[in-house]
């Protein structure tokens, strides 16, 4: 009985380091992308981080529950788009150049499938304290 509760306790504390391993991963992938959004991009961060790109997706794999390194890259761009639309003059193109679309009609419809509306009347309604 002893043998069988150490076994579950040895299990529990792994899958806790687990856990706290997988929110690391995320985290460094996350702050790679903040620091890196125009131009971020998974092999090189995989370098990066001393795995090769297989490697790196399937840790964002786990981690996240199966989001990838794209879900994480769109999810921060269009958190940052966000922001700058509601605290800055910068026109949506610019906006769009800033958080890394070279093109605007990609970033109009990742926008408008995010917010359910137009960076423009995103503005409109949020943007009351642009500097």
């Not at 125009?38 to 995989?46: G, K």
């Not at 605290?87 to 610019?94: A, D, H, Q």
Request: aromatic share 8%; proline share 1%; glycine share 10%.
């Amino acid at each position: 009985a002893i043998k069988s509760i150490l076994v579950l306790l040895l299990i529990g504390l792994n899958r806790g380091s687990l856990e706290r391993a997988g929110e690391g991963i995320l985290q460094e992938v996350s702050a790679y992308v903040r620091s890196h959004i125009e131009d971020a991009n998974l092999e090189e961060l995989a370098i990066l981080m001393g795995y090769s790109g297989r490697q790196l997706r399937r840790k964002i794999a786990e981690a996240s529950g199966g989001g990838t390194f794209t879900d994480i890259l769109w999810k921060i761009r269009m958190e940052e788009a966000a922001t700058l639309l509601n605290g800055t003059k910068l026109s949506v193109e610019e906006v769009a150049r800033a958080v890394g679309y070279r093109a605007t009609t990609g970033f109009y419809k990742r926008f408008q499938e995010v917010f359910h509306m137009t960076p423009a009347a995103y503005r409109k309604m949020y943007g009351g304290c642009a500097r």
